[in-house]
T-cell receptor, first 116, second 112 residues
């Protein structure tokens, strides 16, 4: 079975541009979360989506937005890119069992974004 | 969610047990301890979780102290492929958001 897939794997942009990152969850998983990982730090939560609705948002500016499609795939959009947005962007999927302590997040390998 | 403290790095000889400590002295009664690891150039991978009892699965064992203020992840027979950053995460399991708060983790290096 395919795991979480993300595209593209690498991306180079310049300041001020916008970027769209894509994620396909594991088949049957209805929840998708996005994380940003700056070099040398742990991942930071950006968004969670379940059944096309935003269920959680981390401490990120409005330049960051996301959406989830009927097939549960997701896009992360970042506008007006800054140098500090350079990071590994990780997508994770889960079954989203409400109040399930054992629920695991399954992560993709990420998209490495470089902003020049 | 409670904050965790982990050593920055640890070494372990191949074939020996790797014991990774985590301090979570402010943990509350409804918070679980999760462990994930991140091998270089990959996304984090779930290892194990627990509330107050010791847990074991095919990957590792989790030992949680009686007062729940600290825990230890044990890899019983470390291999070179276990070299990774290990994250200890504490979070309450309520609501529907699956937000994990990662710290900086412990870089475990398994030496041949």
């Amino acid at each position: 079975d395919a795991g979480v897939t993300q595209s593209p794997t690498h991306l180079i942009k310049t300041r001020g541009q916008h970027v769209t990152l894509r994620c396909s969850p594991i088949s049957g998983h209805k929840s998708v979360s996005w994380y940003q990982q700056v070099l040398g730090q742990g991942p930071q939560f950006i968004f969670q989506y379940y059944e096309k609705e935003e269920r959680g948002r981390g401490n990120f500016p409005d330049r960051f937005s996301a959406r989830q499609f009927p097939n549960y795939s997701s896009e992360l959009n970042v506008n007006a890119l800054l140098l500090g947005d350079s990071a590994l962007y990780l997508c994770a999927s889960s079954l989203e069992v409400v109040r399930g302590p054992g629920e695991k997040l399954f992560f993709g390998s990420g998209t490495q974004l470089s902003v020049l | 969610d409670a904050k965790t403290t982990q050593p920055t790095s640890m070494d372990c000889a191949e074939g020996r047990a790797a014991n990774l400590p985590c301090n979570h002295s402010t943990i509350s009664g409804n918070e679980y301890v999760y462990w994930y690891r991140q091998i270089h150039s990959q996304g984090p991978q779930y290892i194990i979780h627990g509330l107050k009892n010791n847990e074991t699965n095919e990957m590792a064992s989790l030992i949680i102290t009686e007062d729940r203020k600290s825990s230890t992840l044990i890899l019983p027979h470390a291999t070179l492929r276990d070299t990774a950053v290990y994250y200890c995460i504490v979070r309450a399991s309520h609501g529907s958001a699956r937000q994990l708060t990662f710290g900086s983790g412990t870089q475990l290096t398994v030496l041949p």
